[in-house]
């Protein structure tokens, strides 16, 4: 854990110049969310963390003027998420990025947005013979999420206070099961520092020169774009509980449309397979009379990608057409974090999830992707 803080701390200001640095501490508590039948009894106390952030301030890249210059950063966390017996306690550390909804050389009070992406590790997974209660997190090792809402107000000079209320979840995507995830529902207040701000440095965070982004003279500006996708993982059944590693994959025909420099709409053509889904089926229906190719689901989505330099995020909703009575699932999302490695590569990094009593992890996705057009 100490070498991956430094490893990550390296990267982000390595070349920060001038940028301004900011550190911030957190302190949050709320509530455990039961979306599972069985949460209950692991909702002993109240959830409670702490964490300590470094952050660097966006001035003057162009993506970063579209989303009104907003700062990225990370943090390490401490959890307590409610139920010390059986799950014990979370540490993770998390890299974010915060937006602000209005441009901030302009006012001293900011509504914002954070959202981050990491690692935890849990003291107390599931075992079957020691702490069979835990049901929500099987593996040491998760990755996290959160989103947060805030409002950030600016106290004198560096010094600012941001309430806040968010989500907060961790799960380790079906790689073991049981693996509900934990999701916890936390208000919170973060007071940060911004070295070296004064009253004349305060707002100089300007947009770069305009430019013609679409301009025609420029092939790689062009607005409709063809990539082709394969991304695959390892699960396991949530169902059969048979402790096996099964393979699933998707590839992917998706045609995007840039509508604005750093957004896209697209729709998808995918192919999805699961290994584990015939041997579920058979257990599940005796006597199915069921092909093995037919566990093949081809679907069709809708998505959307936000971009932040050579970065994005991807959000994909769909729906399956089945090819056997046997399914019962009807839609499915796909999130992913994107990296263009060049003008026609890119890496994949996300996960694929279902709904059953809310969204469930179905599979962590890794891939790569090829820009036809």
């Not at 070498?3 to 911030?24: D, H, N, P, R, W």
């Not at 009894?41 to 702490?50: D, V």
């Not at 073991?176 to 973060?190: C, D, E, F, K, W």
């Not at 989505?301 to 399956?320: I, K």
Request: proline share 3%.
């Amino acid at each position: 854990m100490k070498k991956l803080t430094i490893l990550l701390l390296l990267c982000m200001f390595y070349g920060a110049g001038k940028a301004q640095i900011s550190v911030e501490g957190t302190a949050a508590a709320g509530m455990l969310l039961e979306h599972h039948g069985n949460m209950s009894i692991l909702a002993r106390e109240r959830p409670y963390a702490f964490s300590l952030g470094l952050a660097r301030q966006t001035d003057r890249q162009s993506w970063a003027s579209f989303y009104n210059f907003p700062r990225y950063g990370v943090s390490l966390i401490y959890l307590s998420p409610g139920d010390p017996e059986d799950i014990g306690q979370i540490y993770a550390v998390m890299s974010y990025i915060h937006f602000s909804f209005l441009k901030q050389n302009h006012y001293w009070l900011t509504p914002g947005m954070r959202a981050g992406v990491g690692i935890g590790y849990v003291t107390k997974p599931y075992d079957a013979n020691t702490n069979y209660r835990n049901t929500v997190l099987s593996t040491h090792w998760n990755v996290g999420l959160s989103l947060d809402f805030d409002l950030e107000a600016r106290v004198y000079k560096g010094f600012y206070l941001r309430p806040g209320i968010g989500l907060l979840h961790f799960s380790n995507g079906a790689t073991r099961v049981p693996n509900y995830g934990i999701n916890l529902l936390m208000a919170s207040i973060t007071a940060r520092y911004v070295f070296g701000q004064t009253e004349e440095n305060c707002f100089l965070f300007k947009a770069p020169e305009e430019k013609n982004f679409f301009a025609p003279t420029k092939k790689r500006d062009r607005r409709t774009h063809l990539d082709l996708f394969l991304t695959g993982g390892v699960k396991e059944n949530r169902f059969l509980f048979d402790a096996e590693k099964y393979g699933a994959g998707v590839f992917s025909v998706q045609g995007s449309y840039r509508y604005a420099s750093q957004a896209a709409v697209g729709v998808a053509a995918n192919v999805f397979y699961d290994s584990s889904e015939y041997k579920e089926i058979l257990h599940n229906n005796a006597g199915a009379s069921l092909e093995r190719w037919q566990i093949t689901k081809p679907g069709f989505g809708l998505n959307h990608e936000f971009f932040f330099g050579r970065l994005s995020f991807f959000a994909e909703g769909g729906v399956y057409v089945h090819l056997h009575k046997y399914s019962t699932q009807l839609t499915y999302q796909r999130f992913a974090l994107r990296y263009a490695a060049g003008n026609l590569l890119r890496l994949h990094l996300g996960v694929k999830t279902y709904y059953y009593s809310g969204l469930a992890a179905d599979w962590i996705e890794f891939g790569l992707g090829f820009r036809v057009l």
